[in-house]
């Protein structure tokens, strides 16, 4: 009886051995598993910077340049607008078409007046009743008669390319002859037409870079650089071939929204370059 119950007691101590084996060999790798899950559940909820970015290349890789990188430290920051100069600009008026109006509601100009619609050209800007902020519904004589600026920009000439040029050039004349006139003591800015992509200046047969550069340059012979000036925006927004670029437009002819900010900032800098010299 005694020999039965000891070799009861071994079987039972090697049985839970056993179990207790299987247990830890099976929990082990599960466990693991575990542990692998949490470690890259966290490594992807910590936000990578460039500063904390781990490289997973090898000696033979390229690694991938970040934000901070040598190479784009060394390449001109195109909207870095931090060492344009400043002037007042609250004796300013722009007057223009639709890309006025854009730098009326994205430029961000302090103290500027717009007088400034969709579709207004050099034969209709004298019929034309337009809001301007601070001031009400005016005409442009109505405006220049009551209220005196330093200050004033002109951009018109794209919605009348499909008039006679001659005509154009005449009635643009006609209307610097008659801002002198109101004004005589404003320095005039002629602001050259700003180009469309060159997809819409090979189909379209009359607004067309062609046709806008003669035109810009016949405004440009205007300015005297003592009371009319010349300011060419292009420059901010051409491709290398010298048609507006395709990234900087939805519509082709007219640029972001975010990109008046940057021309209002440009204008302001040319306008003090003018008024040192």
Same mark, same amino acid.
């Given at each position: 009886m005694k020999k039965s119950n000891l070799i009861t007691c071994i079987s039972f101590i090697l049985l839970i051995a056993v179990v207790v084996l299987v247990m830890v060999i099976w929990r082990s790798p599960?466990?693991?598993?575990?542990?692998?899950?949490?470690?890259?559940?966290?490594?992807?909820?910590?936000?990578?910077t460039p500063e904390g970015e781990k490289s997973s290349t090898t000696q033979n890789e390229k690694p991938?340049?970040?934000?901070?990188?040598?190479?784009?430290?060394?390449?001109?920051?195109?909207?870095?607008?931090?060492?344009?100069?400043?002037?007042?600009?609250?004796?300013?008026?722009?007057?223009?078409?639709?890309?006025?109006?854009?730098?009326?509601?994205?430029?961000?100009? @302090? #103290? *500027?007046?717009? +007088?400034?619609?969709?579709?207004?050209? /050099?034969?209709?800007?004298?019929?034309?009743?337009?809001?301007?902020?601070?001031?009400?519904?005016?005409?442009?004589?109505?405006?220049?008669?009551?209220k005196k600026y330093g200050k004033i920009y002109i951009m018109l000439?794209?919605?009348?390319?499909?008039?006679?040029?001659?005509?154009l050039i005449a009635k643009y004349k006609?209307?610097?002859?008659?801002?002198?006139?109101?004004? @005589? #003591? *404003?320095?005039? +800015?002629?602001?050259?037409?700003?180009? /469309?992509?060159?997809?819409?200046?090979d189909k379209d047969k009359v607004i067309n870079n062609p046709a806008i550069n003669k035109l810009n340059e016949k405004l440009k012979t205007f300015a005297d650089g003592k009371h009319i000036y010349y300011l060419d925006a292009n420059t901010l927004f051409d491709d290398a071939n010298g048609n507006l670029s395709a990234d900087k437009t939805g519509d082709s002819a007219h640029p972001y929204g975010k990109y008046y900010m940057q021309w209002g900032k440009w204008i302001i800098n040319q306008t003090a370059l003018v008024e040192e010299g």
């Open positions: 599960s466990e693991k598993l575990s542990e692998d899950a949490s470690s890259a559940a966290l490594q992807t909820a910590v936000p990578i991938q340049e970040s934000a901070s990188s040598p190479s784009d430290e060394t390449k001109p920051d195109e909207t870095d607008t931090s060492s344009l100069k400043t002037v007042s600009m609250d004796d300013a008026l722009f007057i223009g078409d639709s890309r006025t109006v854009g730098l009326c509601e994205y430029s961000e100009i @302090p #103290g *500027a007046d717009f +007088f400034a619609d969709v579709g207004m050209n /050099v034969f209709n800007i004298y019929k034309k009743t337009v809001s301007v902020p601070t001031v009400g519904k005016v005409t442009l004589t109505q405006l220049l008669t009551n000439g794209i919605n009348e390319i499909g008039y006679p040029f001659d005509s006609e209307l610097l002859d008659f801002v002198s006139e109101k004004q @005589p #003591g *404003a320095e005039i +800015f002629i602001q050259a037409n700003l180009h /469309v992509t060159k997809a819409r200046s």
